[in-house]
């Protein structure tokens, strides 16, 4: 179904994360501004103010004092955040205390042990589930600069570390084999703190004193990817979606749809705490499949979900390929998107570190097993409404985890 319309998406949840984190690290008041409303940012916030830090909200403006973290009276529940258990497990490795830390029945089941190994090594002692999950207790205290060089990209772990690293003695570098998002060295930087960046490695001194700022968060390009991709499948739509987050290091799934043929266009382009922001300008055209893999995954990996969507819709096949990542998300994507389409009729194949998709799919009604993970709910939802099919998920609350209003934005569009 071809659609009309502007939207704005959700302020974005990777910003709102840090936004939070890096004002309680900081000396002063921190205002943010647009801080997205959803359960894994309240999951962050939560375990902020039970290190006491005092958040409070003033209208629609959050205010974060900054403060010396101490150690917490209970267990830190991260919910189903994984950002929220990696992230803030590198801030408890510099806390002089323990703090222990549990999450919801998918969160419980993800790996923790990239983070905890090289916190470990950087003087952090851990006591988690079978060496690797949660629930987990983390001794902090004296941090020692490290050299890391990561076998996975992760945007994740990589701030783990650069958190540690500024209550550490020395340096603290970490060395990615493909560049991971960068929006905790662009807000380090803006509150800031001195860092050493290029391609691929970033290195941090340790004491510094980190200063309050304003945080204005800008649009999710995550969540902007579903109607940007529903408008660019269907021929005939035409929509804006405006104040888009445009870190090139989360742009890749723009990059993808040009290569099938999409027509995209960025409009006022600007700066928002260290964030390049634009509105983007959707048309809708035939899509061609095409093949992504390799150094572009790390910029597009909580959007292959939808971009299978794509492939679905898109004439010729896509193949996706280096993208194992997605067997340890909130679910295992892989699977839940390959057994999604198969149960619609497309033809699919399931890779170890990926799909090949052969579209256009002709689909028909059915029943789609989320697993409980909001991109799978959000993608089917999408595919439903493009291809006018009757689509039924088996759970629509998980979108709730970074897109509250997603069905009633949806809506919007005619």
Not at 119 to 127: C, H, K, T, W, Y
Not at 282 to 301: K, N, W, Y
Request: glycine share 10%; hydrophobic share 45%; with cysteine.
């Amino acid at each position: 179904m071809a659609i009309h319309g502007e939207i704005t998406p959700p302020p974005d949840k990777s910003i709102s994360h840090r936004s939070f984190i890096l004002g309680a690290l900081a000396q002063g008041t921190t205002t943010v501004r647009n801080a997205l409303e959803s359960e894994d940012i309240g999951s962050t916030r939560r375990a902020l103010s039970a290190l006491g830090i005092d958040i409070r909200k003033d209208g629609k403006i959050y205010l974060v004092e900054g403060a010396r973290m101490k150690e917490p009276l209970q267990v830190i529940d991260a919910g189903n955040s994984g950002t929220t258990a990696r992230l803030m497990s590198g801030v408890f490795a510099g806390i002089d205390g323990i703090v222990t830390m549990t999450g919801d029945s998918s969160l419980v089941q993800r790996p923790m042990a990239r983070v905890i190994k090289p916190l470990e090594l950087m003087g952090a002692r851990f006591l988690a589930r079978g060496g690797a999950y949660l629930p987990m207790a983390v001794r902090g205290g004296k941090l020692r600069g490290i050299f890391h060089p990561m076998e996975v990209a992760s945007a994740q772990v990589k701030s783990a570390l650069l958190l540690a690293g500024l209550a550490a003695e020395g340096t603290t570098t970490v060395n990615e084999p493909s560049q991971s998002r960068d929006h905790t060295e662009r807000m380090l930087r803006f509150f800031g703190a001195n860092l050493s960046v290029n391609a691929k490695s970033v290195g941090i001194p340790g004491g510094q004193r980190l200063q309050a700022r304003d945080v204005v968060v800008p649009g999710d390009p995550s969540s902007a990817a579903f109607p940007v991709i529903w408008a660019a499948a269907t021929a005939g739509s035409e929509i804006v979606v405006r104040d888009v987050c445009l870190n090139p290091t989360r742009t890749g799934f723009l990059a993808v749809l040009e290569r099938m043929g999409a027509h995209i266009a960025v409009d006022g382009i600007r700066e928002n705490a260290g964030e390049p922001v634009g509105d983007l300008v959707v048309r809708g055209t035939e899509l061609s499949g095409t093949t992504i893999a390799g150094d572009e995954i790390p910029t597009l990996i909580d959007e292959i979900p939808i971009l299978v969507v794509a492939a679905a819709l898109a004439s010729g096949t896509t193949v996706i390929t280096d993208a194992s990542e997605l067997r340890v998300k909130e679910t295992d994507r892989i699977a839940a998107m390959a057994q999604g389409l198969g149960c619609l009729g497309a033809e699919v194949e399931e890779l170890e570190d990926g799909l090949i998709v052969k579209g256009p799919a002709r689909l028909t009604a059915g029943m789609i097993r989320t697993h409980s993970d909001h991109r799978v709910a959000m993608s089917f939802a999408i595919l439903a409404r493009a291809r006018g099919i009757d689509v039924k998920l088996d759970d629509t609350r998980c979108v709730g985890v970074s897109y509250p209003g997603f069905f009633s934005d949806m809506d919007t569009f005619r």
